[in-house]
């Protein structure tokens, strides 16, 4: 699985649109990005996943480059609840198999009143 | 629908006894993995078991063990535990097909060795 950086820390203001950068240079054309986030000391949440296309969900919008070396994860309104470390993560999905998700040290975003 | 249980949800254990933490998988998915995490580090992948059988296994020493069960439950064993054992121990669960967003975690067993 490709490897992702992260910058370690953000902060955000409560309200505000919270941009989370990823940078997967080595991304292969079957590897999705794929975002958790881990709220303290729980186990981490799914959020959303890509291939090439923009995604949008419930809880975040995803943004993939055109060459697909890097994506930003958007929270179009955070709130206190949303301080925590996210991950982002590139692997294959392959249907008929599963394997195991390989976490970096992510990004721990702080939201602020 | 019930999802990932992990017990006990705290252990506090003796350096050199065992350990044995459990893991029920959301209904129907037969894929579960551990992850060890370390005060103020990130998730560590431990193993992966899928249809009763270890799949993968991350870079731990062999005194790390576990096994699924018909039921697809798991548990993970540590023997001869030491003081860096003390984390934060993950159970997710998945089922085939899914791919990375079909994962889903339980709240881990916080493992204390003294």
């Known amino acids: 699985d490709a490897k992702t950086t992260q910058p370690p820390s953000m902060d955000c203001a409560e309200g505000r649109a919270a941009n989370l950068p990823c940078n997967h240079s080595?991304?292969?054309?079957?590897?999705?990005v794929y975002w958790y986030r881990q709220i303290h000391s729980q186990g981490p949440q799914y959020i959303i996943h890509?291939?090439?296309n923009n995604e949008t969900n419930e809880m975040a919008s995803l943004i993939i480059t055109e060459d697909r070396k890097s994506s930003t994860l958007i929270l179009p309104h955070a709130t206190l609840r949303d301080t925590a470390v996210y991950y982002c993560i590139v692997r294959v999905f392959n249907t008929g198999t599963a394997s195991k998700l390989t976490f970096g040290t992510g990004t721990r975003l702080q939201v602020t009143l | 629908e019930a999802g990932v249980t992990q017990s006990p949800t705290h252990l506090i254990k003796t350096r050199g006894q065992q350990a044995t933490l459990r893991c029920s998988p959301i209904s129907g998915h037969t894929s579960v993995y551990w992850y060890q995490q370390a005060l103020g580090l990130g998730l560590q992948f431990l193993l992966w078991?899928?249809?009763?059988?270890?799949?993968n296994r991350g870079n731990f020493p062999p005194r790390f063990s576990g096994r699924q069960f018909p039921n697809y439950s798991s548990e993970l064993n540590v023997n001869a535990l030491e003081l860096e054992d003390s984390a934060l121990y993950l159970c997710a669960s998945s089922y085939l097909n899914t791919g990375g967003h079909g994962y889903t975690f339980g709240s881990g067993t916080r493992l204390t060795v003294v």
């Open positions: 890509g291939l090439k």
């Open positions: 080595t991304i292969s054309g079957n590897e999705y």
């Open positions: 078991y899928d249809e009763g059988e270890e799949r």
